[in-house]
T-cell receptor, first 113, second 116 residues
C-alpha cells in the first residue's frame, strides 16, 4: 500500500537559515508524483513543488528545492533563507497515475526571528 | 480567474444531523476531489468526481456521499453525523486532460465542520 511518512512533528529554524523537512514514501508503482504543500493556520493548502518519479533532476521552485533520492524513497523539502512567513504546516504527498493524493502527517515549521 | 471556492466557511451541527458542503472548481477544471482533515492530521481522500460520477473512493463509510453537477461544481453530503466527523473538509480541483502523476490539485480554503 502507498504510504507517506513525515517523522518530524515540529521543526524550528532561525530566520534566514535553511531547513530540511523529511519525507519518505512507499509505493510499488514505477510512475508516481511527489508533492509538497504548505498549510498556514487559515487552512488552505498551497502547492509548493512537484517531483516526478522519472525526473532526472531535483525540482526547484524559488527558495524551495526537493532532494529526491529514489533508491532511498525519500523526497525531502529544503527551504533556503527562511522567512517568518514560512511558519506553517508542511505536508508531503504522493500520487500515482490518475490516483488520489496520499498525505503524510505533516511537519509544523516555526521560524524564529 | 477565481480559484476553488467552498461554502460555507464554518458549520456547526449536532450528532445525527445531515450536512451538505459545496465546492466550485477552478475555471477550466473538471475533476473535483474531497478530503477530510482531522485536527493534527494530514488530509484523507474521501472521493473524486469526474463527468458527474464518483470515480475513486477512499476508506469512508456510505454516510459520505457526493454529487457533481454539469457545471463541474460538487457537493459533499454526510448523513448521521458523528462527533468524529468534526474536521476541515477540503475540496481540490484538477483537469482530466493531465493523465500522468502530475495533475496539480488546486485546493479550496476548506469548510470547518464541528459536530456537537
Amino acid at each position: 500500500a502507498q504510504k507517506i511518512t513525515q517523522t518530524q512533528p515540529g521543526m524550528f529554524v532561525q530566520e534566514k537559515e535553511a531547513v530540511t523537512l523529511d519525507c519518505t514514501y512507499d509505493t510499488s508503482d514505477p510512475s508516481y508524483g511527489l508533492f509538497w504543500y504548505k498549510q498556514p493556520s487559515s487552512g488552505e493548502m498551497i502547492f509548493l513543488i512537484y517531483q516526478g518519479s522519472y525526473d532526472q533532476q531535483n525540482a526547484t521552485e524559488g527558495r524551495y528545492s526537493l532532494n529526491f533520492q529514489k533508491a532511498r524513497k525519500s523526497a525531502n523539502l529544503v527551504i533556503s533563507a527562511s522567512q517568518l512567513g514560512d511558519s506553517a504546516m508542511y505536508f508531503c504527498a504522493m500520487r500515482e497515475v490518475g490516483g488520489k493524493l496520499i498525505f503524510g502527517q505533516g511537519t509544523e515549521l516555526s521560524v524564529k526571528p | 480567474d477565481a480559484g476553488v471556492t467552498q461554502s460555507p466557511t464554518h458549520l456547526i451541527k449536532t450528532r445525527g444531523q445531515q450536512v451538505t458542503l459545496r465546492c466550485s472548481p477552478k475555471s477550466g477544471h473538471d475533476t473535483v476531489s474531497w478530503y477530510q482533515q482531522a485536527l493534527g492530521q494530514g488530509p484523507q481522500f474521501i472521493f473524486q468526481y469526474y463527468e458527474e460520477e464518483e470515480r475513486q473512493r477512499g476508506n469512508f463509510p456510505d454516510r459520505f456521499s457526493g454529487h457533481q453537477f454539469p457545471n463541474y461544481s460538487s457537493e459533499l453530503n454526510v448523513n448521521a453525523l458523528l462527533l468524529g466527523d468534526s474536521a476541515l473538509y477540503l475540496c481540490a480541483s484538477g483537469s482530466s486532460l493531465f493523465r500522468g502523476p502530475y495533475n496539480e490539485q488546486f485546493f479550496g480554503p476548506g469548510t470547518r465542520l464541528t459536530v456537537l
